[in-house]
């Protein structure tokens, strides 16, 4: 049974910084690409990054370029989205996703993904 659960939310001033995690079980992490995504109240769902297997490939959204990091670490089935110069724009529900297929067409649409957690509250306060 695959599981993802995400964890390290909360409340933030702007400026702040805050680090995300996804915990993975139930397929083998290693093989498949993770995404997050996230979703304010009132608005849909949007992308927000992306990791290939190996890590070799990252994809950001532009709103996120430059302050957000994805990582993964294969060997704790983890991945991360460490949040830097947060603004109150990027108060939302944040969620991370898996792909468990071979082939794909984008990493940035959510209709990719096989999988996703229950998702983690961030809050940033101006």
Known sequence: ??????SGGGLVQAGGSLRLS?????????????GWF???PGKEREFV???SWSAGNT???????????ISRDNAKKTVYLQMNS???EDTAVYYCAAVLRRSWSSLTRDLTYDYWGQGTQVTVSS
């Open 59 to 69: 994809y950001y959204a532009d709103s996120v370029k430059g302050r957000f990091t």
């Open 38 to 40: 996230r979703q304010a």
């Open 86 to 88: 947060l603004k109150p």
């Open 1 to 6: 049974q695959v599981q993802l659960v995400e």
């Open 22 to 34: 996804c915990a993975a079980s139930g397929y083998t992490f290693s093989s498949y690409p993770m």
């Open 49 to 51: 990054a992306a990791i």
